[in-house]
């Protein structure tokens, strides 16, 4: 009882006495209540977990004897599934996650031999091949969760899909082809391979949209989805990872979607009523998936709305949490507290909140990975917040936009929750540059010089090998902190008031900061020569 009192005092924020302003109040009690919640979570977690062991095995026979049917929104078996922590495999946080059985041993091994759709169409067996890699190697990106049976219901989905939609089918043969080509050197067989599939799924699509009444079906908006992210491969780097979804990240992060399949299926599934009207297993998250990537890529507002809360998904991380990292959290400075001065200022402290959440679930991992929630949480996680920051922008709040996409930058740059390698530094450099060289104009420096800092190393850090980080080294001209290579550990421990500059992003931010200081090491002697000649 002593032991449980202590907790309970340190998972509450102390607040100290004096004035607070309406938003800081807000987000005080909001953690209040949340700290409260989840220490109610943890009193009866052993008693929850006695009786989940029982019945776990049960759950997963029963519910991989039968199809998944449903939306995935806000069921129990979605949230079951996103919260099954993986098995850790090495004292250092790894996410090679295994590769479950394919659909051919749990369906059975005569699988394609009764594969029949209709009397004319025969699979070859190229594409029975590429079939079954598909379902086997890309199809767990589409997964709510990591675990096997999260795993087996996607993919059991897609395949009874495959076998009463021709469409449907040819576009996973289709998809499959691409991502195989991606990770081996392609051949001209490849591409007609990819081509033939590509053509039979359009053709089948337009006589199904001929059949149909008007009202797009779900096997329909699964097609539509899958030629809109597989417009073309450009494998402008080879592979880099090895683990399972990181691998699955960067090959989509090198696909061109293709517009016109992407604006059809944003039509099609506005007028089906949006992604909570869709029925068949994993296809609104595969949508959403897809509307939040496209919208990140050009910085965009989603279409759609978010399928999970923020605020659930950061509950269901720091039920994992120990007192030591809810120490760290709590002890956090927030030097974001100029936000309170804009209309969204609120709403914007409550993602940067919720994205340290994330952080600390990350450092958490690395010192006790066998406390990790399921790999999904995090990646869902990650995208719901990435969402609600692209809904929210201020153009003209120069101090706010750097806030905002010095934020995305950092999500998206969070390896552990996947890297982006696609477009998006290309867009997201060129409007933080733009908002930072006007917080400049407005001299922001003499008020704000440590979060202009940090926001531009994040610039930084997103501009790495490309000629825009000179533009962000020059930006430290106005800074009040020296910018030598001394200075780093200074500039560090400021990110802290931030988002930190820790783990993988470190070594990066680091780079920069010693570019930045050899670019504008003679910069004083370059800029002395136009005033001396500019004289009356």
């Known amino acids: 009882m002593v032991s449980e009192q202590a907790v309970q005092l340190t998972f509450l924020p102390w607040t100290a006495k004096g004035k607070k302003n309406r938003s800081e109040e807000r987000l005080q009690s909001a953690l209040r209540h949340q700290h409260t919640a989840l220490a109610g979570h943890r009193r009866h977690r052993e008693r929850k977990k006695n009786l989940h062991d029982k019945t776990n095995s049960e759950s997963a026979v029963s519910s991989s004897n039968s199809p998944g049917q449903g939306s995935d929104v806000c069921t129990d078996a979605s949230w079951s599934i996103t919260r099954s922590a993986p098995p850790a495999t090495s004292s250092r946080f790894s996410y090679d996650l295994e590769r479950f059985p394919s659909p051919v041993t749990v369906i059975g091994t005569n699988l394609f031999g009764s594969f029949h759709i209709r009397g004319d169409i025969k699979l070859s067996k190229e594409f029975q091949s590429v079939l079954h890699d598909a379902l086997t190697h890309q199809w767990p990106a589409f997964a709510l969760g990591t675990n096997q049976n999260a795993v087996m219901k996607v993919r059991e989905a897609a395949f009874t899909t495959a076998i009463s939609s021709p469409h449907t089918l040819f576009a996973i043969i289709y998809a499959g082809a691409c991502y195989r080509s991606y990770f081996r050197n392609a051949t001209s067989a490849d591409h007609l391979l990819q081509l033939q599939a590509k053509q039979q799924a359009l053709a089948y699509l337009r006589e199904a949209v001929q059949q149909a009444d008007g009202t797009p079906t779900d096997e329909m908006l699964m097609t539509i989805a899958l030629l809109a992210i597989h417009g073309s491969v450009q494998p402008l780097k080879r592979p880099r990872f090895t683990a399972p979804l990181y691998r699955d990240n960067e090959f989509y992060s090198n696909v061109k979607f293709d517009q016109t399949h992407l604006r059809a299926l944003r039509t099609l599934v506005g007028q089906r009523g949006g992604l909570v009207?869709?029925?068949?297993?994993?296809?609104?998250?595969?949508?959403?998936?897809?509307?939040?990537?496209?919208?990140?890529?050009?910085?965009?507002?989603?279409?759609?709305?978010?399928?999970?809360?923020?605020?659930?998904?950061?509950?269901?991380?720091?039920?994992?949490?120990?007192?030591?990292?809810?120490?760290?959290?709590?002890?956090?400075?927030?030097?974001?507290?100029?936000?309170?001065?804009?209309?969204?200022?609120?709403?914007?402290?409550?993602?940067?909140?919720?994205?340290?959440?994330?952080?600390?679930t990350y450092w958490l991992c690395l010192r006790d990975p066998r406390k990790a929630p399921d790999f999904m949480v995090a990646v869902h996680t990650r995208r719901s917040l990435q969402h609600a920051a692209l809904r929210i922008d201020h153009p003209t709040e120069c101090l706010f936009e750097a806030a905002r996409l010095a934020t995305i930058i950092f999500l998206a740059e969070l390896g552990w929750t996947l890297p982006v390698v696609g477009g998006f530094q290309d867009k997201a450099t060129e409007l933080l540059f733009r908002v930072l060289e006007e917080c400049g104009l407005q001299q922001y420096w003499q008020t704000h010089s440590d979060f202009l800092v940090w926001a531009t190393v994040m610039g930084g850090l997103a501009a790495h090998q490309t000629d825009r980080l000179?533009?962000?080294?020059?930006?430290?001209?106005?800074?009040?902190?020296?910018?030598?290579?001394?200075?780093?550990?200074?500039?560090?421990?400021?990110?802290?008031?931030?988002?930190?500059?820790?783990?993988?992003?470190?070594?990066?931010?680091?780079?920069?900061?010693?570019?930045?200081?050899?670019?504008?090491?003679?910069?004083?002697?370059?800029?002395?020569?136009?005033?001396?000649?500019?004289?009356?």
């Open 277 to 360: 009207q869709l029925e068949l297993h994993g296809l609104s998250n595969i949508i959403s998936m897809i509307d939040t990537f496209q919208s990140l890529m050009c910085l965009s507002r989603p279409q759609f709305e978010s399928l999970y809360s923020m605020s659930a998904l950061s509950e269901s991380m720091q039920e994992t949490w120990d007192d030591v990292t809810w120490t760290r959290f709590t002890n956090q400075k927030d030097g974001f507290q100029f936000l309170d001065d804009y209309e969204d200022g609120f709403r914007l402290r409550r993602i940067i909140c919720q994205t340290r959440v994330l952080v600390e």
């Open 470 to 536: 000179r533009d962000f080294a020059k930006v430290l001209r106005d800074s009040s902190t020296p910018v030598t290579k001394d200075s780093w550990l200074h500039v560090k421990s400021l990110s802290l008031q931030f988002l930190p500059f820790e783990f993988d992003l470190t070594g990066h931010c680091h780079a920069f900061w010693n570019e930045a200081c050899e670019l504008l090491s003679n910069e004083p002697l370059t800029r002395a020569a136009p005033d001396e000649t500019a004289m009356p």
